[in-house]
Each structure stands twice: as structure tokens, then as C-alpha cells.
């Protein structure tokens, strides 16, 4: 772990005077050496050294922090928060220009102030009246022929007259090193973890977080700041419910914010400072979310702003306006950077960092007991519905699996599917036809894939949708061990080492590119129905890349390997006319069954909800009633 004495160090130097709050610290490298320092400063001409808390500019340089971590979202705090001001300290060594710059809604940049730097203390404030629609604030540095050395930065707010708390919740399932490495990460910055009053980590696995070595460390190091609690697995709305229901009662008359995070990330410690400041300062409760980064793809944000189509059951919507699967570090053509200049609001936000304030859960419950999947989608949804807006925040982000590498054909898709509806029920007019509409395309769309596991799974949660609010009763463990044990009866449902396919071999495995899309979605359906059932199918075996695996393309096969999404191996999937049938009948069956009965089920999951999210039914699923 880092030396805590040369932290603390710098906290103390960094510290803002007690008229103000640090809301945003300048940083100019990551947490980790395989974070690129492009996200934080971005040397627009001769040499720089950058380090976290500082950056030295060589003679002739350039550096700019119109980065991803290095910009001040002016925006969202002019439009979201009581702040009319903001001002950047910081600390210069050597001589040297420091420029306050702007940005607006289309990224056109202008200048704020000016300051000639040599060896003092440089403070550049901004009013926030200008950035209603979109734009940031960074600051620049040019050097002549000395060098410029830049440190203790951070931007600061008059103080709130109110301040509220902040305590930390990680949910953990069997994911211990990442959950001690993401605690560890927490440890090593005092400054961002002294803002919180607790860590709470809730542990819903059998492979438990204290049992390794850096989790003794950290223990040591937080003391009683930090909380373990264990507790059976209830999905991640059990461990993250628990951990805000800690939260809540702990809180009592103090205004209080739980800070989600999950166990799996690469953590920056900075999310916890600008979101829990963030907070201090809304005008009224909000839900505060974190932006995700592809763990794989650190430069990559996932999606700037979300947003669910209920009547679809579809999330992960980029908002117009929103980075999405894009690289932040890129410029676009016009020479502006892709750094989201545009305020873009959101419809929900992911819980791998979420802050929600306990004024809203008093108001109106606590998270639905789904499991996991949908869980932070329904809650901000129904936060809406009471009055409270849910914000992504820009350039506070940390780092999570890539979800583009996760394969779709899971058992989580039966959480997914089952909560979709379950969401669409409470928070749309659920227009049921639409839904067994939407329903029956994936149906049908599984079925030719050959994906027989993954038709059975959509069978099995719409069936559960319909046995209505009971299926919710014990937080979906038996739910999760039944989908499995029906899973398992499906081959392709199995993922293998390309060498171990079950009876293919590299000769056996020719590469067959998909086509162009169809024009003619009815005609290629109904040909390619005729082709799966009576096995005139172009291919008798074949191997399909994951971005290739279209239904129409996969059914041209009788027998086919397709790339796992993870690119890890294969799932073999076999024609098979019964379970086509099958599953078609049964499929149908339910289908017909939500048409005519899903007003009704959906008024029973809407006149259930006050108590499936109540704390007394919470309280019985932890056990602590």
C-alpha cells in the first residue's frame, strides 16, 4: 500500500479553507499505471512529466486538462446544483501561463482569465451562468523558456450551509481480490475516503473478502470506518439494499448520502470526492450516477447518459448528445474533443457507482428484490415518478468489465427478460400486445438461432412475470438455482475451448462470413423457419465469429460453433426440429397467456410494490427482522 505519511501530506496541503469545499481535485495520471495519462492531461506540445497530483511543463510546452477527468462539468452543476461560482487553486513552481478556459454546448472553446505564473499561488474563478445547455471549464499551461511546475490543484465551492454525509456500500459475491483491491484502492487515498463516514462492504459469497491478506491490511488501515457484514446471496439488489438499509437507519436526522460501488471495478478514488460533493450541493435529492469505462478499453466510456425503453424492455440507451462506446481521448473532425460538451440528462443510472440519498429511499422504499438486472433501472425510474431526477455526472467514471464481452446466451437473461417486464409494468402504460409482440420477435429470433437454452429461459420469465408479485418472495434464490438446473438441459448453452468442442475439429470448422442484413425481414423469417424445420439447411457445419452470429445467418446452418462473446470458446448449437416445435408451442402459449392476462398481473406487481420494497420485507429477507 502507498505510504500513508506522504498522503496525508498532501491532504494537508491540498486541504480548502473552511469557508470552502474541494468538489473536484486536479489530477494528471491515473490510480494505475495501465490508465492513460490522456485522460487526465493531454501535452498539446513539447514535453511534460505527469504525475498524479502533479505535472511539470518543459520550456515551449503545452498542456491542456480538456481531458475526461481534467475538465470541470460546468454544466451540471449550474443546472442541477445551488453553486453559482467555482475557483481553481492551485500551486506553481517556475514560470509559466495559466489560462482558465470554457467550453459550450458544441465544444467551441473561449478564455475566462489569464494569470502569468512565477513560483506562487494561482487562484482563477469562473461564474457558473453561462453553461446552461452544455460546456466545461479546464485550464491551460504554456511555458516560454522555463519549465512550469503545477501541483496541489483543485477546484472549490463556497461551502454548503448544510453538510451531509457520505458512507460507501460494495455489494461482493464471490469476486474477493477484486473487492480487496477495490477497498485497497480506497485506503491509499485518505483524502477521497476521509469524506465518508463509513465503508460498508456486504458479502454474499462463500469465497469471503477476509480471508485475504490485503483485506487484513486494509482493516488495519480504516479501523472503524470500515464495516464487513455477510450475509446469504440475494443478488445484487440484496447486497446493495442492505448495505443502504445500514445507511438509512444509522443516518436519522442526518442528511445522508449511500455511495454504491461494485466489487469488480477499477477503482478512482476521485469518484467518490466529486460525487459526494456533487451531492452537497443539489438543489433538492438526487440520484447521483458514475459514468462507466471499459476495463479492457480504458479510454473507451460505455455510455455517457442511459436511457430505458420500457414499452421494449430495452435498456442502455445512449442519450442524443451522450459519449457512448467512444474513445475520450479522440478528437472529432471538426478538431473538438470528445469530451461530451452537451448537458445530456439521463434516464437511469448503473449501480457500479451510484449515490442515493436517503431523503429519496424514506420517500418512497427501497430497491425491488429482482436478484440483480433492471434493479437501478427501476429505481430511478420511480424516483422519477416521486420527483427526483437522476444525474450522470460527467468525468466521474471508474472502470468495469466491458458488458460488449459478456455473452447474451446467460442465465442472467432470465433476471433480465423477467425484470424488464416487471419495470415496464410499474413505470408504462404496458401496452401488453406490444410487449408479447416484442417478446415473440426474440422468441423467434432464438428459436432459428438455435439457441433452444436461451428461448426456454424467456419462456420460463414470462411465466414467472405472470405468477405475479409471489415469485419476488425469497429475493430470487430459488429462482436463480431453477433457471440453472433448466439451462443445463440445453448442450449449446455450454461454452468450450475451441480445441474441445465436442466433436469438431479444426478441419470441420471452416469460417462462414455473415451477409448484409435482409431487406426483406418476412420473406428471410418464413424461408428460413422452412429451413430449420425440415433441415434443407446452405451449411452443414460452420464456425460464426460472436458479431457475425445473426439469426439469419445462423440458421443457414445444421450444426455450428459460435464464438463466445468473451472470446474465450465456443458454443456448439444443433439443429433440432423438436425443440423448435417444442418450444415454439410453449412459447406461443405463454405469450397469448401475457396478452390476456397482463393488465391484470401488472396492476398486482404495481398494488405490490409499497410492500416488496418496504423495510420490514426487506429486514425479513436479511434475516434481521
Known amino acids: 500500500m502507498t505510504d500513508l505519511r506522504t498522503e496525508t501530506t498532501q491532504t494537508a496541503r491540498a486541504a480548502a479553507p473552511a469557508d470552502r469545499m474541494v468538489v473536484q481535485r486536479g489530477l494528471f495520471s491515473g490510480p494505475s499505471a495501465d490508465v492513460p495519462d490522456e485522460m487526465y492531461v493531454e501535452v498539446l506540445a513539447g514535453h511534460a512529466e505527469r504525475h498524479r497530483r502533479s505535472v511539470r511543463v518543459g520550456a515551449y510546452g503545452r498542456v491542456s486538462t480538456n481531458t475526461y477527468f481534467g475538465r470541470f462539468p460546468a454544466a451540471y452543476w449550474q443546472r442541477w446544483t445551488t453553486a453559482t461560482t467555482v475557483r481553481f487553486d492551485g500551486r506553481v513552481r517556475g514560470a509559466g501561463r495559466v489560462m482558465l478556459r470554457a467550453s459550450d454546448t458544441n465544444g467551441v472553446p473561449r478564455t475566462i482569465a489569464v494569470h502569468d505564473a512565477r513560483t506562487e499561488d494561482v487562484r482563477l474563478e469562473a461564474r457558473l451562468d453561462r453553461f446552461l445547455d452544455g460546456g466545461g471549464l479546464w485550464v491551460e499551461i504554456v511555458t516560454d523558456d522555463a519549465d512550469l511546475v503545477l501541483d496541489d490543484v483543485r ?21 474477493a481480490d ?21 465503508i460498508i462492504v456486504v458479502d454474499q459469497g462463500t469465497d469471503s473478502v477476509e480471508s485475504r491478506p490485503a483485506f487484513t491490511e486494509v482493516r488495519e488501515v480504516l479501523g472503524d470506518q470500515l464495516r464487513y457484514i455477510r450475509q446469504p446471496n440475494l443478488g445484487g439488489s440484496g447486497g446493495f439494499t442492505r448495505g443502504l438499509h445500514e445507511v438509512v437507519t444509522a443516518a436519522g436526522d442526518v442528511p445522508t448520502d449511500a455511495l454504491f460501488m461494485d466489487d469488480d471495478v477499477r477503482c478512482e478514488p476521485e469518484v467518490v470526492v466529486r460525487m459526494s460533493t456533487f451531492a452537497q450541493y443539489t438543489s433538492h435529492p438526487t440520484i447521483v450516477g458514475a459514468q462507466m469505462l471499459n476495463l479492457l478499453h480504458p479510454t473507451q466510456v ?14 442502455g440507451h445512449v442519450a442524443d448528445g451522450a459519449v457512448g462506446e467512444s474513445d475520450v481521448t479522440a478528437y472529432f473532425p471538426d ?42 433501472v427501476e429505481y430511478s425510474y420511480r424516483g422519477r415518478a416521486f420527483g427526483f431526477p437522476t444525474v450522470t455526472l460527467p ?7 466491458d458488458f460488449p464481452w459478456k455473452d447474451w446466451d446467460d442465465w442472467h437473461r432470465y433476471f433480465n427478460l423477467r425484470n424488464a417486464m416487471i419495470t415496464s409494468a410499474l413505470h408504462s402504460g404496458f401496452p401488453v400486445r406490444h410487449v408479447a409482440a416484442t417478446l415473440g420477435e426474440l422468441l423467434g429470433r432464438y428459436l432459428l438461432s438455435m439457441n433452444y437454452g436461451l428461448a ?13 408479485p409471489g415469485v419476488l418472495e425469497d ?4 429462482a436463480t438455482a431453477r433457471i440453472r438446473a433448466e439451462r443445463s438441459a440445453y448442450p449449446e448453452t455450454v461454452m468450450h475451448p475451441v480445441s474441445a468442442a465436442p466433436e469438431f475439429g479444426a478441419a470441420q470448422m471452416p469460417v462462414v462470413r455473415a451477409g448484409g442484413k435482409p431487406t426483406r425481414i418476412k420473406a428471410v423469417w418464413a424461408k428460413r423457419i422452412v429451413q430449420q424445420v425440415t433441415g434443407r439447411v446452405p451449411f452443414h457445419e460452420g464456425l460464426v465469429g460472436a458479431g457475425e452470429a445473426h439469426w439469419w445467418h445462423v440458421a443457414l446452418f445444421d450444426r455450428v460453433a459460435v464464438t463466445d462473446a468473451g472470446q474465450a470458446g465456443v458454443r456448439v448449437r444443433q439443429r433440432d426440429p423438436e425443440h423448435l416445435r417444442r418450444l415454439g408451442r410453449e412459447g406461443a402459449k405463454v405469450l397469448w397467456r401475457l396478452v390476456r392476462e397482463g393488465d391484470e398481473v401488472a396492476a398486482r406487481w404495481r398494488a405490490a410494490t409499497p410492500r416488496l420494497t418496504g423495510a420490514d420485507n426487506w429486514r425479513r429477507l436479511f434475516g434481521t427482522d
Not at 342 to 366: K, N, Q
Not at 475 to 478: A, K, L
Open 335 to 376: 478538431g473538438t474533443k470528445n469530451v461530451q460538451d452537451r448537458r445530456v440528462d439521463a434516464g437511469y443510472t448503473g449501480w457500479w457507482s451510484c449515490l442515493i440519498p436517503v431523503e429519496v429511499t424514506r420517500a418512497m422504499g427501497y430497491p425491488l428484490p429482482l436478484f440483480f438486472q433492471w434493479d437501478d
Open 155 to 175: 477546484w472549490t465551492v463556497a461551502s454548503p450551509a448544510v453538510r451531509r454525509h457520505t458512507s460507501i456500500v460494495i455489494c461482493t459475491h464471490n469476486r
Open 475 to 478: 429475493g430470487g434464490v430459488s
Open 456 to 468: 426456454a429461459t424467456l419462456i420460463r420469465a414470462v411465466e414467472d412475470f405472470l405468477a405475479g
Open 302 to 315: 460505455l455510455a455517457g447518459a442511459e436511457y430505458a425503453v420500457l414499452e421494449d424492455l430495452t435498456n
Open 178 to 198: 477484486d473487492c480487496a483491491a477495490t477497498l485497497t484502492a480506497l485506503a491509499d487515498d485518505p483524502e477521497a475516503s476521509g469524506l465518508v463516514d463509513e
Open 395 to 401: 468525468g466521474a467514471g471508474l472502470w468495469h468489465a
